[in-house]
């Protein structure tokens, strides 16, 4: 399925992305810079359990993961058009054309980059990561980002190596940033 939006549809670059692996810290920084500038906040992933009534993992067991990047482009495209807002993408939306593409036109995109030992600290407990139910998750996590770095890279507006920052500091980087782009 190719979604497409008219470019006259689309909200003018008024959205921040966060995009990044799983456990890269989108959801947490994603809260803490809407808080801080007081907009809304939006994470991808929790939108497609809402619109779907069942878990990720449930999608995945279902429809594969081809299935679950359909859903995620619809519901990405849905969520852009409403504008304005903090929004953290799932580890793998930025896997679509498609997605990079929507991105791309609608907001500043920030990828948050870190190093696979903290990734998996991060999320080696976590059993909602479909992607990692595998008997070497660490392996399998090193593989996804060395699949997808240059893809991030690649849609990537703006990329902040936040191995070892705090939630704070990331936030304070991401407004450093956009400050920085309003100057010019």
């Known amino acids: 399925m190719n979604i497409t939006v008219a470019p006259g549809d689309l909200p003018e670059k008024n959205i921040i992305i966060l995009i990044g692996m799983m456990g890269a810290g989108k959801t947490t920084v994603g809260r803490a810079l809407a808080k801080k500038l007081g907009r809304k906040f939006v994470d991808l992933d929790h939108a497609i359990v809402?619109?779907?009534?069942?878990?990720?993992?449930?999608?995945?067991?279902i429809e594969g993961e081809e299935g679950f990047r359909k859903r995620?482009?619809?519901?990405?495209?849905d969520v852009l058009l409403e504008g304005d807002m903090i929004l953290a993408t799932g580890g793998g939306a930025v896997l679509y054309p498609q997605n990079r593409e929507l991105m791309r036109q609608c907001g500043q995109v920030f990828?948050?980059?870190?190093?696979?030992?903290?990734?998996?600290?991060?999320?080696?407990?976590?059993?909602?990561?479909?992607?990692?139910?595998t008997p070497n998750p660490k392996q399998r996590l090193t593989e996804?980002?060395?699949e997808r770095r240059s893809i991030y890279e690649g849609a990537a507006d703006y990329i902040?190596?936040?191995?070892?920052?705090?939630?704070?500091?990331?936030v304070e980087q991401?407004?450093?940033l956009l400050a920085k782009r309003d100057d010019k």
Not at 72 to 77: F, G, P, Q
């Open 72 to 77: 995620e482009n619809e519901v990405l495209r």
């Open 160 to 170: 902040i190596d936040s191995t070892g920052d705090s939630q704070s500091v990331v």
């Open 174 to 176: 991401i407004i450093n």
């Open 144 to 146: 996804l980002l060395a």
């Open 50 to 61: 809402e619109r779907c009534g069942v878990d990720i993992p449930t999608i995945f067991d």
């Open 111 to 133: 990828y948050l980059r870190v190093g696979v030992d903290e990734l998996y600290r991060r999320v080696a407990r976590d059993k909602n990561r479909p992607l990692l139910a």
